[in-house]
């Protein structure tokens, strides 16, 4: 099926602001400068704007890519999203639910599993 994340090994967010105008080839270029490589098949990369109400999911298949777009419908509903600068941070499918839910990615009080 055609955009299914579920069998991503790695869940990478591209933190910091994103121009959520950008395509499939701008953000292929983002991950490309910064994790120093091609996006593959085995990742998916999370990108999110300024207003953080959406996020772009890139995802690479066999032949070709996948970009999966979500915007929140809750009024002032917003993403909680890292913001360090040119920075990739490598996630948990825990932490995407979290992040999915509105919540931080980091739980303090969360149970570790690992």
């Known amino acids: 099926?055609?955009?299914?994340?579920?069998?991503?090994?790695?869940i990478y967010i591209i933190t910091g602001?994103?121009?959520?105008?950008?395509?499939i080839d701008?953000?292929?270029a983002i991950v490309k400068a910064q994790l120093k490589e091609e996006p593959d098949g085995h990742s998916i990369?999370?990108?999110?704007?300024?207003r953080c109400d959406r996020i772009k999911v890139l995802l690479r298949e066999p032949d070709g890519?996948?970009?999966?777009?979500?915007?929140?419908d809750v009024v002032q509903g917003k993403y909680r999203w890292?913001?360090?600068?040119?920075?990739v941070k490598s996630i948990t499918w825990q932490q995407f639910d979290w992040l999915m839910s509105g919540l931080e990615i980091e739980q303090p009080k969360a149970l570790r599993t690992a």
């Open 82 to 87: 890292p913001r360090n600068r040119s920075e």
């Open 65 to 72: 890519y996948v970009l999966l777009y979500k915007r929140l």
């Open 45 to 50: 990369y999370l990108f999110c704007g300024k």
């Open 1 to 10: 099926m055609p955009g299914d994340i579920s069998g991503a090994a790695n």
């Open 26 to 28: 701008g953000l292929c």
């Open 17 to 23: 602001y994103t121009d959520m105008r950008k395509s």
